[in-house]
């Protein structure tokens, strides 16, 4: 039973040590060594307790009836499983941050496509040094000045300088 539940929750280690910083190399190999070690004594263990004869301490015990009251407070005992009471909340923020993530990846697609617009835009221009003012106008809109509205110099509003 051990070794069935330490199965299902196997670790991909060299997917974990690729995302492990430099300084924290050796917090993670004393990890990985404490967790094999772990795992080596679980793997060591029988899949279901040996059963204890009780017939052979009824026999080697002197005390009349002892053996018996152990025997049924045995039998009585019962472990109670650990309830699991995170799975629910990690399950949650995972979905949360799968749906941002998701969200951030779209928007992103429609940056890189803005992105690769606007870098089209400066390949095919005319270089700098051969443009005049109305080229440069042309390709930049936001650099044309406004005399009509600010016929002084520096021809924009003393906000926007």
Do not use: C
Request: aromatic share 10%.
């Amino acid at each position: 039973m051990a070794g069935r539940r330490v199965a299902l929750k196997a670790i991909d280690w060299l997917a974990f040590a690729e995302r492990v910083p430099p300084n924290q190399r050796g917090m993670f190999n004393a990890l990985k060594t404490r967790s094999d070690a772990i795992a080596a004594k679980l793997s060591s263990l029988p899949e279901s307790p040996t059963t204890i004869d009780w017939s052979y301490y009824k026999g080697a015990v002197a005390k009349a009836g002892m053996v018996d009251e152990f025997e049924k407070k045995f039998n009585a005992l019962q472990i109670p499983q650990p309830v699991d009471t995170q799975t629910s909340a990690i399950s949650a923020q995972e979905a949360e941050a799968n749906k941002s993530a998701s969200a951030y990846f779209e928007g992103s697609a429609a940056r890189i496509a803005q992105y690769e617009e606007r870098l089209d835009k400066f390949k095919n221009m005319i270089p700098f040094d051969q443009m005049t003012i109305e080229d440069l106008n042309d390709t930049f809109p936001e650099t044309k000045l406004d005399k009509v509205k600010h016929p002084y110099w520096p021809h924009k509003p003393i906000a926007e300088l």
